[in-house]
């Protein structure tokens, strides 16, 4: 009688401690990259001293964007009530729904306008900068915030959308280099894939175009603002909107005049709705406010600059088509 010897062999699925093993690995060499970090930042700055660009305080450490921390939480946030429509300040003693004076008169061809914070202190400083000093690695974090102003419209926007931002004219972008709204809704769009991964936005740059170089708007009144953009925007391919909703951005939205004309230019072209969202915003207060001032850049117009005349100067004119 013969035995016969069978051998088994079980594999067995243990990754716990394979998992385990990873992470503490990864923070170990995350822990000892902060060790290292901090020398390295202390050394740099001490050898390459660099100073914010907005208050001129000492960075405590290598950036890419020459801004501090304290200036960035110094940013002011929207807050208040505000136009349902367009966010532009609103009375609370009245009874009317909460839509200014000019939404009411005449609706923008737009649903809803958001922005981050307002167009003043830090956050013009900000933008300057960005603009005007060509700073570019600032837009990554003004990009962000642009962002934190685009999920205001979560759960009431479409999920899908084409993002255009307001063009520059062929002049004034040669001779900037680059048009800030793009570079804002790029960042944008990186940090909303992060947290709105269920958002499909697709930016499309070359969907509305600039026919004219509008001229500086800097001491134009309201009015004068909206026939100096009326028939600026045209639509390269009717075709390419048709149907979408559309998310237009730009830096800055003062009266709502070059967002209502482009707005306006995108609906006629066929799209289905248009959103709009900026960086900031400038205050009804700080526009009168900034009637008199000469402090703006001579070869660019700046969004607070101008004064807001009296509600009775709301005409029909903001939806009217180009003359």
């Known amino acids: 009688m013969v035995l016969r ?20 690995r990864t923070s170990t060499w995350r822990a000892v990259a902060r060790v290292l970090r901090s020398p390295l930042d202390a050394a740099s700055c001490a050898f390459l001293p660099s100073g914010c660009a907005l208050c001129g305080s000492p960075l405590p450490r290598l950036s890419s ?13 929207l807050s208040g009530p505000a136009c349902q429509r367009c966010g532009d300040d609103v009375d609370t003693s009245a009874d009317a729904p909460l839509l200014c004076r ?29 603009k005007y000093d060509r700073m570019h690695p ?18 009431e926007a479409p999920a899908e959308m084409s993002v255009v931002p307001v063009p520059l004219h062929r002049s004034r972008r040669a001779g900037r280099g680059f048009n800030q709204a793009r570079l804002l809704a790029t960042y944008a769009l990186k940090a909303l894939r992060a947290s709105h991964p269920e958002w499909k936005l697709t930016i499309a740059p070359a969907a509305l175009m600039r026919l004219r170089a509008t001229e500086s708007r800097a001491s134009l009144t309201p009015h004068a603002r909206r026939v100096n953009v009326r028939g600026a925007f045209s639509v390269c391919d009717p ?29 006629r072209a066929g799209a ?37 005349t009296k509600p009775a100067s709301v005409d029909s004119s903001m939806n009217q088509p180009s003359s």
């Not at 010897?5 to 503490?24: H, I, M, P, Q």
Request: aromatic content about 6%; hydrophobic content about 45%.
């Open 138 to 155: 600032a837009a990554r974090r003004m990009g962000r915030m642009l962002a934190q102003a685009i999920a205001q419209l979560a759960g």
């Open 102 to 130: 000019a939404c009411r008169l005449a609706p923008p061809a737009f649903e809803r306008a958001v922005a981050h914070a307002f167009y003043q202190d830090r956050m013009r400083s900000a933008i300057h900068a960005l």
């Open 65 to 77: 964007a020459p801004i501090c921390d304290i200036c960035g939480m110094e940013v002011p946030v």
């Open 272 to 308: 289905t709705t248009v959103w709009v969202a900026t960086l900031a915003r400038a205050r009804r207060a700080h526009r009168a406010a900034d009637a008199n001032k000469t402090d703006f850049s001579p070869s660019e117009p700046q969004g607070g600059s101008v004064s807001y």
């Open 5 to 24: 010897l069978e051998k088994r062999c079980v594999f067995r699925r243990n990754y716990g401690s394979l998992t385990s093993d990873l992470l503490s």
């Open 239 to 267: 075709a390419a909107v048709k149907g979408l909703h559309i998310l237009l951005v730009d830096d800055i939205l003062t009266t709502g005049a070059t967002v209502r004309a482009a707005a306006l230019t995108l609906k």
